[in-house]
């Protein structure tokens, strides 16, 4: 067995002799022939929406570009990055995009019916402070 | 910019045919498709343009005061705003319709239809049914499987009594 290092994934391989067999064969377990990029962590990926949506002069344009681009990922977004979408409908004056990020995150969340609830406990200083009212608040839930 | 100028003057949706000049080549008709659309999707919950494009004076003015404090604003003027920018809410995109009742009545009406088929070829197409199915010939084949003893192990004559001449309880 070879020495290497216990974490698998991107990591490089931490001996020389696994680094020179080519991909096509069997490797050992500790090395395998996976990609050099740098994988995002959740916390760069959140930082990241957060800065987009906290620009100052956000357009209208980027806030659906955004939110589309956002509910288009296989996650539903974390509270910080809600509130500053949210706090970009308010320099944008759009109260509307703000109910319809509501709507699409819970339409987002799917079976999980305990993340929506979260997000409004989360949210919920946000909501006081802007004014927004959720869709249950305006009945927009029902049919 | 000489068109989007043209289309705002306008008014956004309510072309069907403007002219838009292209480079002082000639004039384009824009048509409506290639303008920006209105869609209720799920996965696409901001749509390019808002839902109503003219506004009435009402709307204008509720428009003015969302620039305002939103908690100044009613429940019934929140939920104008929202329809203002959208057609139709996520539950109501989301409704199901009520068409797999029509799905099932279509299966059973075919199934029905073709079930009329049949029984009309029955009677009017299908010739008669061989001899070899008259309850007479049965019995006489069934005599002459016994006496040939078919299955006399587990099958058809281990189900018979020969002492009694009956079959087996």
């Given at each position: 067995m070879t020495h290497a290092s216990v974490f698998r994934g991107s990591h490089k391989c931490t001996t020389m002799r696994s680094n020179s067999r080519p991909c096509g064969q069997t490797t050992p377990l500790a090395s395998r022939c996976y990609s050099h990029a740098k994988v995002e962590t959740d916390e760069e990926f959140d930082a990241r929406w957060v800065t987009y949506f906290s620009?100052?002069?956000?357009d209208a344009w980027e806030l659906k570009k955004g939110m589309n681009t956002l509910i288009g990922y296989d996650l539903v977004p974390e509270p910080k990055i809600l509130d500053s979408a949210l706090r970009a409908c308010r320099r944008l004056n759009d109260l509307a995009s703000a109910i319809r990020i509501l709507e699409a995150v819970k339409d987002k969340s799917g079976p999980h019916k305990d993340i929506y609830p979260y997000l409004i406990q989360e949210l919920q200083p946000t909501l006081i402070e802007l004014g927004i009212s959720t869709p249950e608040d305006l009945g927009m839930d029902k049919l | 910019m000489l068109a989007t100028r043209a289309i705002s003057l306008v008014g956004k949706r309510a072309i069907s045919t403007s002219i838009c000049v292209r480079g002082g080549h000639g004039v384009a008709k824009v048509d409506d498709y290639a303008l920006p659309a209105y869609f209720d999707r799920r996965e696409n919950p901001l749509p390019d343009v808002q839902f109503v494009t003219e506004l009435s004076a009402e709307q204008k003015s509720l428009k003015e005061k969302e620039k305002?404090?939103?908690?100044?604003?009613?429940n019934e003027e929140k939920i104008a705003l929202y329809r203002i920018s959208f057609k139709q809410s996520f539950a109501e995109m989301n409704e199901g319709t009520k068409e797999w009742k029509s799905v099932i009545a279509g299966m059973f009406f075919f199934i029905g239809m073709t079930g009329l088929v049949v029984l009309w070829q029955r009677k009017f197409v299908y010739g008669p049914v061989p001899p070899t199915f008259e309850s007479e010939w049965k019995e006489k084949e069934v005599q002459r499987m016994l006496d040939m003893r078919?299955?006399?192990?587990?099958g058809f004559s281990a189900k018979w009594d020969y002492e009694n001449k009956e079959w087996k309880k």
């Open positions: 620009k100052p002069d956000i | 305002g404090s939103w908690a100044t604003l009613s078919i299955n006399p192990v587990e």
